[in-house]
């Protein structure tokens, strides 16, 4: 069997439902769900099932009887962002984006790293399309958004974003636009940006409602998430609420210090408070997980930095400050390109 067809087993892991519950929407939603594909005599599972499911059953749980908060209308934009590259952005987008989908809140990793676009490779899979169809109207959002492990979605940006970042203002309006899309059908985005303060880089910050900022108690990547932060203030980005990630340490001490240390100088110079989100062992399991082409929160969902993943997950979610139904992150972006600012402002550079 082709290996991206999917069997009842795999549906079952992928979605972590029952199988009777899959049969049930299988059998009551026939139309949200992709066609199934004969093989061999036996039928198979779209790659897209999984994501269908997952849509299905959060819907329901959104709308159980007597519980009273309806699901969000737009997605929780969260942007991964550090200072330097190879302090673990991807890792952590990826597998949190798995551990929120185990919380039972849809999420979508959107791969925004123009360097090193590599979200579907940790994933273990390839990229069907770009955003570049997307621009050049071949393809619709939701066909962009690829059904990953633990039925999670992944967007692969490629050179497409690269178009975001440079690209004429409508081509810029139209990818925007279909992001808001997006923030309609997921819970959560995340958002894997580059490092550093790039062009493409400050445009997803600045469509962002809050920001993951990844740092490990390596000394340069320390001077250089508090030479992004600095950056960040200066930019006048709007006060989004930043949120701390400690990874690679030796010790929750350790993470401790770290995070201490980071947020008590954000304070005293730059007057922002940022919250501490968690902390991830440094752990073989990652690379392991890497060479396996599988996130490590599937590879050993026990594992020390699964379980550090799970609870960043659940302190991000606990620290939600914005009420349901609140604005659209990615439809802000575009009300500020619509206003004539096709040029955002360029960052402010030192003089000396
Ligand atoms: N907690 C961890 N323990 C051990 N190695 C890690 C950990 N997190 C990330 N790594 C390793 O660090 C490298 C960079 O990770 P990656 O997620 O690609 O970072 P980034 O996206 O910031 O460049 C990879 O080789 C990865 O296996
Ligand atoms: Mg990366």
Redesign the pocket.
Known sequence: MPDDLLSIEDVVRLTGLEESLIRFYESEYPAELPEKILLGGALFFDPAGPAAFTAIHTRRQGARPGQKSAPERFARVLA?T?G???????????NLAIEFQRLGKMSVVLDA?MG?A?VHL?AGMTPRHSLTELLAGRVEMAELIEAGPAGIGILAGGSGILELADSRAQDRRRITQSLVQLEKAAEIILV?TG?GMGRSVRDFLQAADEIIF?ITPDITSLTDAYGLLKALHQENLPNLPVHLVV???QSLKQAADVSLRFASCAREFLGRDISDAGY????????Q??ARRTPYSIYRPDAR?SK?TRTIAANLLKKQQRPSAASSAFGRYLNLIKNGQEQLPQPRRKTA
Do not use: E
């Open positions: 991964v550090s330097k590259g190879g302090v673990g952005k991807t890792n952590l987008a990826l790293d090193l590599n940790l894997d490092a990844v990874n690679m340490v991830i062992l440094k752990d073989a399991t990652v690379s997980a890497t930095v550090n």
